[in-house]
Nanobody
Framework: QVQLVESGGGLVQAGGSLRLSCAAS????????MGWYRQAPGKQRELVAT???????NSADSVKGRFTISRDNAKNMVYLQMNTLKPEDTAVYYC???????????????WGQGTQVTVSS
């Protein structure tokens, strides 16, 4: 089985910083794209940022210049450094990864359980 486990969420004041981490574990052969998504109460889940295995990144306009995604391929981890946080960044943040596991010729999409980020004004 494959698991994604997030950590690093919490409560922070506006203007502060948090760093989220996500570890992928299990019978993994290869990881393609990894990313972060978020879902605020009453809203749909939205893309925050993604990063390919080669390091190419993509991020939502709302977080450009404030959030940075990175990954450690050797450790099967992805990170999200969040700076200059705003109250509107409050949401549950989910780690996502496209993974090929042992015994499968195909890649599948996996999600973590989510970690709460709350930004107070």
């Amino acid at each position: 089985q494959v698991q994604l486990v997030e950590s690093g969420g919490g409560l922070v004041q506006a203007g502060g910083s948090l760093r989220l981490s996500c570890a992928a574990s299990g019978n993994i052969i290869s990881i393609d794209v990894m990313g972060w998504y978020r879902q605020a109460p009453g809203k749909q889940r939205e893309l925050v940022a993604t990063i390919t295995s080669g390091g190419t990144t993509n991020s939502a306009d709302s977080v450009k210049g404030r959030f940075t995604i990175s990954r450690d391929n050797a450790k099967n981890m992805v990170y999200l450094q969040m700076n200059t946080l705003k109250p509107e960044d409050t949401a549950v943040y989910y780690c996502q990864a496209v993974i090929r596991r042992v015994g499968s010729p195909s890649f599948f999409n996996y999600w973590g359980q989510g970690t709460q980020v709350t930004v107070s004004s």
